[in-house]
């Protein structure tokens, strides 16, 4: 999932020149992303030599959200801001689920780790939501200035 949300931000950043704040954003979550896998991976070795079942279920909840990813339209600033948005609910869901069933089998450590990418996934979502309005009124303000300019 989290390997899918990188594959996901990463070629936006590049075809978001006009929306800065939405690209340093999405940078620095890139870079939590990789922390959140180094978490994960430490949660899964860990899990190797105590509880397999766990670890199973931790590895199917692969994000099967890739059709969200949008290119090419002019639109697309708005489209990958809502996809976006809808791709870190569906992380932050995935870590309640794994969150509650690791507390559930005592599994201590793997908490805390998976609470910490709860955190930031909810704290993107949140950033994001805050943003979808300026984003389309700039994204209007961009369009204008395009017609305008064909004049
Ligand atoms: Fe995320």
């Given at each position: 999932m989290e390997k899918q949300a990188l594959a996901i931000m990463k070629p936006q950043i590049k075809r978001i020149e006009h929306y800065p704040e939405m690209a340093d954003r999405l940078q620095m979550h890139v870079h939590e992303t990789e922390q959140q896998i180094e978490r994960l991976d430490t949660i899964l070795n860990d899990m190797l030599e105590k509880h397999s079942g766990i670890k199973d279920m931790m590895l199917s909840m692969?994000?099967?959200?890739?059709?969200l990813s949008h290119a090419v339209a002019g639109d697309e600033i708005l489209k990958d801001a809502f996809a976006n948005y809808a791709f870190e609910h569906y992380e932050i869901a995935a870590y309640i689920s794994l969150t509650g069933l690791c507390d559930a089998t005592g599994a201590q450590n793997a908490v805390s780790l998976l609470e910490q990418n709860l955190n930031e996934e909810r704290s993107m979502a949140s950033w994001i939501e805050e943003h979808i309005v300026p984003t389309t009124l700039r994204f209007i303000d961009l369009s204008a200035a395009e017609e305008t300019a064909k004049r």
């Open positions: 692969g994000g099967s959200m890739a059709a």
